[in-house]
């Protein structure tokens, strides 16, 4: 069993930045999927970015060029800089692991952009 512990989300105002941190436990980690997913009110949940075993990354296209996701494999932690943020982007924001055929989330973290 994997348990997600995330952390950094908060209050910003628009322009801002936040970074977000999710440790992972267990011994997985440094060849699982990592991502971030968020959901706002009345949405369904989406992709924000993820990045592979290899360090490969994706991004959704609303967050190209304002985020970037990293991973630290000694760590357990996959960390999610947010810069240049807008009031769409707030929402929960929850970490997940992959690994074939698992899949564990985080309890999620808020993150609310307004000034």
């Known amino acids: 069993q994997v348990q997600l512990v995330e952390s950094g989300g908060g209050l910003v105002q628009p322009g801002g930045s936040l970074r977000l941190s999710c440790a992972a436990s267990g011994t997985i980690f440094s060849i699982a999927v990592a991502g971030w997913y968020r959901q706002a009110p009345g949405k369904q949940r989406e992709l924000v970015a993820t990045t592979n075993s290899g360090g490969s990354t994706n991004y959704a296209d609303s967050v190209k060029g304002r985020f970037t996701i990293s991973r630290d494999n000694a760590k357990n932690t996959v960390y999610l800089q947010m810069n240049s943020l807008k009031p769409e982007d707030t929402a929960v924001y929850y970490c997940?692991?992959?690994?074939?055929?698992?899949?564990?989330w985080g309890q999620g973290t808020q993150v609310t952009v307004s000034s």
């Open positions: 997940n692991v992959r690994v074939w055929p698992s899949a564990y």
